[in-house]
C-alpha cells in the first residue's frame, strides 16, 4: 500500500548504522540497563529518581540499544509555559542543572506547545533513570536522552569521466560531462536518459534567486560560501552586519551572515568537513558562469546550516537549533542529507513545528523503510519528502534504502560529482542517498521559483508525480520512479479525465478489489494519466469527522487499460463500511472529478481468543514467558525476565480449522530485543512435532498490532507459537504478547 499523503510508523527504532568516530569528547554513554545509581555519599540520589524500578529503567534503555547518547544529558519538554527559574527548580528536583532554553520564538514556541531544555545530570545517573522517573511527572511532555548522530558515507565505484561536455544550444557552459544526473548521454557508461530532465527544466526556469525566491537551508555540515561556484548563490543575512559582533537581528545568533553553527554556538557555518558543500553544489552550483559545475537551480539562495562538526558529529540538541533557526529565518526547503539513531521527539517537534518542505534522505544500509523505521525520513509528517537513489542505469543504487510507502521519490545518487571546499580540492566525488537528496531539493526549488504561490501538498504531489515510471525501480517509492524536473515544471492547468468504471469485487473480510479503467492525461488526450490517488474512509467522503486516508497508485500502461488494486484490512469481527474516491493524477499535480464507491467488509469468525485477562489463560508458558501486568493493558505474557534462560516459547492449544476458511492471526506485540536475539510466529499442523516459522518479527520498542495470513492452515488442527530465541543469563525487553486472535470466514 502507498501512502502518499500520511506516512505510517512502521516498524522498529533503527540503530545508527554507521561506525562511530572518534570524537574529542567524553566517552559514549551505554545503553545497558543499570539500577538507579548512588554515590559515595548516603542519599545523594534525589528521590524522583531513587524511586524508580529498575524494571522501568530497563525498558527505557532497551529503547536505545545500539544508540549512541551524550553522557548525563537529557532533552525535555515540557507541558506548557515555565517561568526560568522554575525551570531550575524543576532540574534540581531531579538533581540535574539546565544547560540551555531551546529559542523557541514566536510561531515556533506556538507550534512547540511548551519549553524545551537540555539538562545535566550529577555524576553517577544515567539518562535513562531519569527519563524513567520523568515518565511519572506530568509537567513533561516527553523526555529522552540527548542522542548522539554520525554522517552516514558511502564510498564511490568509479573515478568519474574526465573532460568537458561540449554545451549544446541553450546549455550552461558549466554542464560538466561527469554530471550525468543532470543530463545522461551515456557518458558514464549508463543509461542514456537517466537523469533529472534539468536541461529541458530550465527552458521553464533556472531558479530564482531573487529575495521572492525560495529560500533553501542545507542542514549538513556547512558551506564553504567562498567557493568560486557557491558564493554567488549564497543568501545573505539582510538585518545582520557583517563582523560587528553583535546580534543585530536579535535572533540570538551573532554575525550570522550566511547561516548559523549550533555546536559552536557560532554564526560562522564554514565546512571543514565536505559534505555539505558536495549537498550545497548539487543544490546550486552557479550555473554558466564558466567555473566547475552547475547545479539543479543555476540561480538560488543557499542557507548554510551547520548541525555536523567537521569530524561529522552531532547531537539531537544541535540538529533541533538548527532545524529552529531554518524556522525562524523563514526557509522555504530544507535539505537533510543525514539520519540515524532512534527517533528522537525533539527532532520530530522541530520539524513540525517548521512550515517548510524538508526533503530528507531514507539512509544508505539497504533495507525496507516500510518494515524498520528510519528516522528523519519515516516521521508522519505532511511536508516530509523521503529520497531513495539511483545509479546511471536508472537502477536502485545498491547502498540505497526504499519503501513502496514511506519514501516517496528517487533520484540520482551514486558516483555524483559536484563542490567541495577550496581546501579539499574544490571539487569531488560522492555516493549515497545524500547525494541524491540535493537533487531533489533543487527540483523542489524550480517548482518553487516557477510557480511561487504552490503549497508544499502541490510541490510535493509534482514531484511524485512527475516522476518517470521506471520498471526496476517498482515498488522503492511512492512514485515508483526517478524524478523528472522537466514534467514537473510544466505549466499544465488541464485536469486528467475521471478514472472510469470504478468499483469493487471480490469482497472478503480481508478487504476487496478495486478496478478501473485508465483514462488520458488533459481529459483525453496525451496518452494516459501519470496515476491515481484513492481516497480510503470510515465515513463518507467529506462528511464531518471523516478519516481520510490517501493512496497514490500508478497508472495504466495506456488510455483504456483495465487497472485493479487489492485494498487489504486486518480482520474484524464487525462488520465495516469502507468509502473510497478515486482521482487521476497527472504530472503537474492536476487532478479530475472524483469517483466513488462504498463496500460492506464481512465480519469474521473468531476460532480463538485470549487477551489473558481472565481467571483461565488458554495458552502455555515455557522459558522466561510469564504473565504480567502492564499499565493500560492488563496482563500480558512477556518473555522479558532476569533469568536469561535462552529460549522461551508461548503456546496456543489445538485449533480445529477442518471445517474453516480463511485464517487469520491478529495480535499486539512488542519485542524489545538485544542485538542477536531473535522472536518469531511459529505454527504446528502435526501436534508439535515440526514448526514452521510463518514470521520473524523485527525489533519494534512499541506496542503495535500485528496480522498474519494463516490460510495456508485451512482445513488442519493447527497451534500457534511466540518463540523467543534470547541470551542466556541476560535479561533484555524480551518479547511481550497481547491480544490474540485467530480470525476465519464466516
Not at 554567488?232 to 545582520?240: D, G
Not at 484490512?569 to 487521476?584: A, C, I, K, N, Y
Request: with cysteine; charged share 20%.
Amino acid at each position: 500500500m502507498k501512502i502518499s499523503n500520511n506516512r505510517p510508523m512502521l516498524a522498529s527504532q533503527a540503530a545508527r548504522q554507521a561506525a562511530p568516530k572518534a570524537e574529542a569528547a567524553a566517552a559514549p554513554q551505554s545503553a545497558a540497563p543499570s539500577a538507579p545509581a548512588e554515590s559515595a555519599s548516603f542519599g545523594s540520589v534525589p528521590a524522583r529518581i531513587a524511586n524508580v524500578a529498575p524494571a522501568a529503567v530497563a525498558e527505557v534503555a532497551s529503547k536505545y540499544e545500539g544508540v549512541e547518547v551524550e553522557p548525563g544529558e537529557l532533552i525535555v519538554k515540557m507541558n506548557g509555559g515555565m517561568e526560568n527559574n522554575l525551570m531550575g527548580d524543576f532540574a534540581g528536583e531531579y538533581g540535574a542543572k539546565v544547560i540551555e532554553k531551546f529559542n523557541l520564538p514566536g510561531d515556533v514556541y506556538k507550534s512547540f506547545g511548551g519549553d524545551m531544555m537540555r539538562l545535566k545530570l550529577p555524576a553517577g545517573i544515567s539518562p535513562f533513570e531519569a527519563v524513567a522517573a520523568m515518565k511519572n511527572d506530568d509537567r513533561v511532555a516527553f523526555a529522552e536522552p540527548n542522542e548522539v548522530i554520525y554522517l552516514d558515507e558511502v564510498a564511490s565505484e568509479q573515478q568519474p569521466p574526465q573532460g568537458q561536455q561540449p554545451p549544446a544550444n541553450g546549455e550552461p557552459n558549466d554542464l560538466d560531462a561527469k554530471l550525468w544526473g543532470l543530463k545522461n548521454t551515456g557518458q558514464t557508461g549508463g543509461k542514456a536518459g537517466a537523469d533529472v530532465s534539468a536541461v529541458d527544466a530550465w527552458k521553464v526556469t533556472k531558479g530564482d534567486g531573487s529575495a521572492n525566491g525560495p529560500l533553501i537551508a542545507v542542514i549538513d555540515t556547512g558551506i564553504d560560501y567562498n567557493h568560486p561556484d557557491l558564493k554567488a548563490n549564497m543568501w545573505t543575512n539582510p538585518n545582520e552586519i557583517p563582523g560587528d559582533g553583535i546580534d543585530n537581528d536579535n535572533n540570538g545568533v551573532i554575525d550570522d551572515i550566511h547561516g548559523y553553527y549550533p555546536g559552536g554556538n557560532s554564526g560562522d557555518p564554514m565546512d571543514g568537513h565536505s559534505h555539505g558543500t558536495h549537498c550545497a553544489g548539487t543544490i546550486a552550483a552557479v550555473g554558466n558562469n564558466g567555473e566547475g559545475v552547475t547545479g539543479v537551480m543555476q540561480n538560488a539562495r543557499l542557507m548554510a546550516v551547520k548541525i555536523f562538526s567537521d569530524s561529522g558529529r552531532t547531537t539531537a540538541a544541535d540538529i533541533v537549533k538548527g532545524i529552529n533557526y531554518t524556522t525562524q529565518m523563514g526557509a522555504d526547503i530544507t535539505s537533510n542529507s543525514w539520519g540515524g539513531g532512534g527517533r528522537s521527539e525533539a527532532i520530530y517537534e522541530a520539524f513540525k513545528a517548521n512550515d517548510a518542505l524538508h526533503v530528507i534522505a531514507a539512509g544508505n544500509s539497504n533495507y525496507d523503510n516500510d518494515k524498520r523505521d528510519n528516522f528523519p525520513s519515516n516521521y508522519d509528517l505532511d511536508n516530509i519528502v523521503a529520497v531513495a537513489a539511483t545509479n546511471h542505469n536508472d537502477e536502485k543504487a545498491s547502498f540505497s534504502q526504499w519503501g513502496a510507502s514511506s519514501v516517496d521519490v528517487a533520484a540520482p545518487g551514486r558516483d555524483i560529482w559536484s563542490t567541495v571546499p577550496i581546501s579539499k580540492g574544490s571539487y569531488g566525488n560522492k555516493s549515497g542517498t545524500s547525494m541524491a537528496t540535493p537533487h531533489v531539493s533543487g527540483g523542489a526549488g524550480l517548482i518553487m521559483s516557477a510557480y511561487p504561490d504552490a503549497s508544499n501538498a502541490e510541490v510535493k504531489a509534482r514531484l511524485i508525480h512527475g516522476s518517470d515510471k521506471v520498471a526496476a525501480l517498482n515498488d522503492i517509492s511512492v512514485s515508483d520512479g526517478r524524478v523528472n524536473f522537466a514534467a514537473s515544471v510544466e505549466d499544465d492547468k488541464v485536469a486528467p479525465g475521471s478514472p472510469n468504471d470504478f468499483g469493487a469485487s471480490q469482497v472478503g473480510t480481508r478487504g476487496a478489489t478495486l478496478s478501473w479503467t485508465s483514462v488520458g492525461d488533459d481529459k483525453w488526450a496525451n496518452g494516459a494519466a501519470q496515476g491515481v490517488e484513492l481516497l480510503v474512509s470510515d465515513k463518507p467522503l467529506g462528511s464531518e469527522n471523516a478519516s481520510v486516508q490517501t493512496i497514490g497508485l500508478g497508472g495504466a500502461a495506456e488510455v483504456g487499460d483495465l487497472a485493479t488494486y487489492q485494498y487489504s484490512v486486518l480482520p474484524s469481527e464487525s462488520e465495516r463500511t469502507v468509502h473510497f474516491g478515486m482521482q487521476s493524477i497527472d504530472n503537474a499535480a492536476n487532478r479530475s472529478d472524483m469517483r466513488t464507491a462504498t463496500v460492506t467488509i464481512p465480519a469474521a469468525d473468531a476460532a480463538l481468543r485470549d487477551d489473558f485477562d481472565g481467571q483461565s489463560v488458554s495458552f502455555s508458558a515455557s522459558g522466561d514467558f510469564a504473565a504480567i501486568d502492564v499499565e493500560g493493558r492488563g496482563k500480558v505474557f512477556s518473555s522479558a525476565t532476569d533469568s536469561g534462560t535462552g529460549a522461551s516459547a508461548l503456546t496456543s492449544p489445538t485449533v480445529d480449522l477442518t471445517e474453516k476458511t480463511g485464517a487469520f492471526l491478529k495480535f499486539d506485540a512488542q519485542t524489545s530485543l538485544y542485538w542477536g536475539e531473535s522472536a518469531s510466529v511459529q505454527v504446528s499442523s502435526d501436534g508439535g512435532e515440526n514448526w514452521d516459522t510463518v514470521s520473524r518479527m523485527d525489533r519494534r520498542s512499541d506496542w503495535a498490532q500485528n496480522g498474519l495470513d494463516l490460510s495456508a492452515y485451512d482445513g488442519k488442527n493447527v497451534q500457534i507459537r511466540f518463540n523467543h530465541e534470547g541470551r542466556e543469563g541476560r535479561s533484555s525487553g524480551g518479547m511481550q504478547v497481547d491480544n490474540v486472535v485467530l480470525l476465519t470466514d464466516k
